[in-house]
Antibody, heavy 115, light 113 residues
């Protein structure tokens, strides 16, 4: 069974950092591209970042470019996003998703940026 | 960037009636070499993550009821629910994954009339 479990969210002050994790099971990250997608409270979906199946191609939304870094650990079959210089507008539930079609989603982890 | 525009923003439909949601992209999302439209549709219910309904614009995901169908090509796409059921009340999103950034539409809130 395919499963994605995000963790690492929480309350952080503006300018702070946070690293989110996504533990994947039921498939290997080496076979699929992965994404981070976020949703601010009461708002729509916003794609954040993409990593190809071989890890060689990475994209970011302009809103996070230079502040967020996507990575993965194949031994742990886990995806990460390091978020630096956090702003109030980064407050959202962050989901990891599988494949270009986003065929599987985790339950999400809430990041709140506030003083 | 490709801008995805959905219409309407809100859609009241009677139970058993047809619901139609439109999605327009600012550029074509059709890959001519594969003849695939890089367009997906999602359903999101309150408190839940989105669920994939349709990919390649018209291919229904496994387990999705056949009352859901997708159509269109190039820049204009439609999600149709042939006979609205109470469990279909949700927000629906389209997304293109043709070119990064992989943009979503703003969402359409489907409700019972």
């Amino acid at each position: 069974e395919v499963k994605l479990v995000e963790s690492g969210g929480g309350l952080v002050q503006p300018g702070g950092s946070l690293r989110l994790s996504c533990a994947a099971s039921g498939f290997s990250l080496s076979g699929y591209s992965m994404n981070w997608v976020r949703q601010a409270p009461g708002k729509g979906l916003e794609w954040v970042s993409y990593m190809s199946s071989n890890g060689n191609t990475i994209y970011y939304a302009d809103s996070v470019k230079g502040r967020f870094t996507i990575s993965r650990d194949m031994a742990k079959n886990s995806l990460y996003v390091q978020m630096n210089s956090l702003r109030a507008e980064d407050t959202a539930v962050y989901y990891c998703t599988r494949d270009g079609t986003n065929d599987y989603w985790g339950q999400g982890t809430l990041v709140t940026v506030s003083s | 960037d490709i801008v995805m525009t959905q219409s309407p923003d809100s859609l009241p439909v009677s139970l058993g009636e047809r619901a139609t949601i439109n999605c327009k992209s600012s550029q074509s999302v059709l890959d001519s070499s594969s003849n695939n439209n890089y367009l997906t549709w999602f359903q999101q219910k309150p408190g839940q993550p989105p669920k994939l309904l349709i990919y390649w614009a018209s291919t229904r995901e496994s387990g999705v009821p056949d009352r859901f169908s997708g159509s269109g090509s190039g820049t204009d796409f439609t999600l149709t629910i042939s006979s609205l059921q109470p469990e279909d009340v949700a927000v629906y999103y389209c997304q293109q994954f043709y070119n990064a950034p992989y943009t979503f539409g703003q969402g359409t809130k489907l409700e019972i009339k």
